[in-house]
């Protein structure tokens, strides 16, 4: 069936450097959408990208669609420890009849901050 | 503003007893609900979603069920629960169409001994 895979899992860095988490889906897709989830809370709403190419900034946090819009990436300049959490990719399913389903979440990539 | 509340936040429950988890949404009508667990440290796991009252699609069949007896109220239940139930149990909901961005509650987190 379909998937969105993210990598990596999980991603230990010093305070201060830059961190990356890739999303790729099995299928194109109509949009991608980005969650975070900070320990003990729940997923909270970042950014919808819709374009293919398209990039968006969010202060530090770079988000970019691919081309094929089968992938997408986040990725944040000089992490701080209020970055720590859980960065979730979610991208629309296809049902048998062609048309979009629910949203499909990656399983995450878990980022912590060393201070 | 729209608001979605779920209770309890934290519940105990021994094998073999029922559960009721409630969700309701403030300041939208007819929106897309889903219930999601989350196991500790893993993803979210679609259990249920609905369009609609009365309307309830599984997507995973288990011990569980869920109901919408109200348009803006989500009920998460269980006859008996099973130790693999404990998880952190989410509710969300979208606007009409399911691939909107969706909005999640504060979670209950359930301990099954």
């Known amino acids: 069936g379909q998937q969105v895979m993210q990598i990596p899992q999980y991603q230990h860095v010093q305070e201060g450097e830059d961190f990356t988490t890739y999303c790729n889906s099995s299928?194109?897709?109509?949009?991608i959408q980005w969650y975070k989830q900070r320990p003990g809370g729940h997923p909270v709403f970042l950014i919808q990208l819709v374009k293919s190419g398209e990039v968006k900034k969010q202060k530090r946090l770079t988000f970019q669609f691919g081309e094929a819009k089968k992938n997408s990436s986040l990725h944040i300049t000089a992490t701080q420890t209020t970055d720590v959490g859980t960065y979730f990719c979610a991208g629309p399913g296809w049902n048998y009849g062609g048309s979009q389903g629910n949203l499909i979440f990656g399983k995450g990539t878990k980022l912590s901050v060393k201070p | 503003s729209q608001t979605i509340h779920q209770w309890p936040a934290t519940l105990v429950q021994p094998v073999g007893s029922p559960l009721s988890l409630e969700c309701t949404v403030e300041?939208?009508?007819?929106?897309?609900l889903y219930w999601y667990r989350q196991a500790a440290g893993r993803g979210l796991q679609l259990l249920f979603y609905s369009v609609g009252i009365g309307q309830i699609s599984s997507e995973v069949p288990q011990n569980l069920s869920a109901s919408r007896p109200q348009d803006r109220q989500f009920i998460l239940s269980s006859k008996k629960l099973l130790l693999s139930d404990s998880g952190f149990y989410l509710c969300?909901?979208?606007?009409?169409?399911?691939?909107?961005?969706?909005?999640f509650g504060p979670g209950t987190r359930l301990t099954v001994l």
């Open positions: 300041g939208t009508s007819n929106p897309n």
């Open positions: 299928t194109t897709l109509s949009n």
């Open positions: 969300a909901w979208s606007a009409t169409a399911s691939t909107d961005t969706q909005y």
